[in-house]
Every structure is written in structure tokens, then in C-alpha cells.
């Protein structure tokens, strides 16, 4: 059973459109987070929400809209799409904000935007 | 502002002997140090962390150094496997809770 999934798994788009990629954690996990992964292969946190509320907010551009509907599911959505918005985009959970929780990952979404 | 830094791309290194994989980081106020290993296409997995009030935490084959002073960390796999071959990430937790992570090392374990 997979821990921490993520849909889909690779998208291709155009410039200009808006997408959305999906997670969901079957761990019971109260706190969840999107990160990046960028061409120099750098993991860097853009937000994590506990409770379904939002606790980090990293200086990411507001055409990133994550939405919790519920503490098992984090999506992230994201308008206008650039070219530099290509990137793997990891979705992880944690049991709760405590600082020396481990942090769960999904699969990664590979987005490239052409 | 890279605040973790792994300054190896990349180590080979021959099934039964030790890899050494270092960390360098800025951040004073890391008080929590993780590694995390990641397979292609799969997602980063919890490998192993070191609390910043100790030197050293050992699960197995996996053994975790603390230098406070020197800012630095190193990962022990002995003896190395072949399916140890991955990217391994060193990580410490900010002041915020934010893990920051290093670019990562590629290990190959060859026969």
C-alpha cells in the first residue's frame, strides 16, 4: 500500500495553461508539504500545511495555490505555467510538526512545461 | 543561499567497503541533521538523523558523524552493497522546522 502517492506521475503541458497535481497520504499524518526539485537537483520546501491549515509559505509565486481539503490530501495547483516551473515536485507528510519527524515522500511529479 | 552543502556529485566505490559521504552546512541553528536516500523515479526515503547535542548515531550499517564545530557531517555505509547505489540527501532542520536539503551525492557500489 503506497504510503505517500502522487497524480499523475509525469505532465507535459504548454505554456500558459494551469494545472493541478494531487497527493495523498494513507499514514494518518497531521502535517503534509510540497517541494521542488530543480534542475541542479536541489529539494526546496514551497509549503507544508498541518491540519489543513497552511504553516510555511516559501517566497514562491502566487500562481502556486496548494489546497488542503482534508489532512490526508495536499494539491498543488498552479496557474499560468512558465517554462522555469519545470521541475520534479515531491509531496511529503510527517506525523506532526515536531521537528525530528521523519518526512514520508511520494513518488515525485515530473512536470515539464514546453 | 545553499545552507547545506555536499561538495561530492558523486562516489564510487567497491561492494564491502566503506562510503563516506560528507555534508558541509552554514546554519548555526540546525539542530536536527537528516539523511535521506533516493532511488530513480522514487521519492527521498528516511535513511538516518543525528540530534546536533551528539556526535555520532549508528543504525547498522549506516553511521552518522557530527562535527559541531567544523559545521560538518558524514555518512558511514560498511560495508557498502550494491543496493546501496542511489543519491543520498543530507538535510538539517532550520530554525523554522523547514528541512533544507544538500544537491545530493550519487553512490555506485560496483562488484
Known amino acids: 500500500d503506497t504510503a505517500v502517492s502522487q497524480t499523475p506521475k509525469y505532465l507535459v503541458t504548454q505554456m500558459g495553461n494551469d494545472k493541478s497535481i494531487k497527493c495523498e497520504q494513507n499514514?494518518?499524518?497531521?502535517?503534509m508539504y510540497w517541494y521542488k526539485q530543480d534542475s541542479k537537483k536541489f529539494l526546496k520546501i514551497m509549503f507544508s500545511?498541518?491540519?489543513?491549515?497552511?504553516?510555511i509559505n516559501e517566497t514562491v509565486p502566487n500562481r502556486f495555490s496548494p489546497k488542503s481539503p482534508d489532512k490526508a490530501h495536499l494539491n498543488l495547483h498552479i496557474n499560468s505555467l512558465e517554462l522555469g516551473d519545470s521541475a520534479v515536485y515531491f509531496c511529503?507528510?510527517?506525523?506532526?510538526?515536531?521537528?525530528?519527524?521523519?518526512?514520508?515522500f511520494g513518488p515525485g511529479t515530473r512536470l515539464t512545461v514546453l | 543561499d545553499q545552507q547545506v552543502k555536499q561538495n561530492s556529485p558523486s562516489l564510487s566505490v567497491q561492494e564491502g567497503r566503506i562510503s563516506i559521504l560528507n555534508c558541509d552546512y552554514t546554519?548555526?541553528?540546525?539542530?536536527?541533521f537528516l539523511w535521506y536516500k533516493k532511488y530513480p523515479a522514487e521519492g527521498p526515503t528516511f535513511l538516518i538523523s543525528?540530534?546536533?547535542?551528539?556526535d555520532k548515531n549508528e543504525d547498522g550499517r549506516f553511521t552518522v558523524f557530527l562535527n559541531k564545530s567544523a559545521k560538518h557531517l558524514s555518512l558511514h555505509i560498511v560495508p557498502s552493497q550494491p543496493g546501496d547505489s542511489a543519491v543520498y540527501f543530507c538535510?538539517?532542520?532550520?530554525?523554522?522546522?523547514?528541512?533544507?536539503f544538500g544537491a545530493g551525492t550519487q553512490v555506485v557500489v560496483t562488484p
Open positions: 511529503a507528510s510527517s506525523q506532526d510538526t515536531r521537528r525530528n519527524n521523519e518526512q514520508f
Open positions: 499514514l494518518g499524518h497531521d502535517t
Open positions: 500545511y498541518n491540519n489543513k491549515e497552511l504553516i
Open positions: 546554519n548555526s541553528m540546525f539542530d536536527y
Open positions: 543525528i540530534s546536533s547535542i551528539k
Open positions: 538535510a538539517g532542520i532550520d530554525s523554522w522546522g523547514k528541512l533544507q
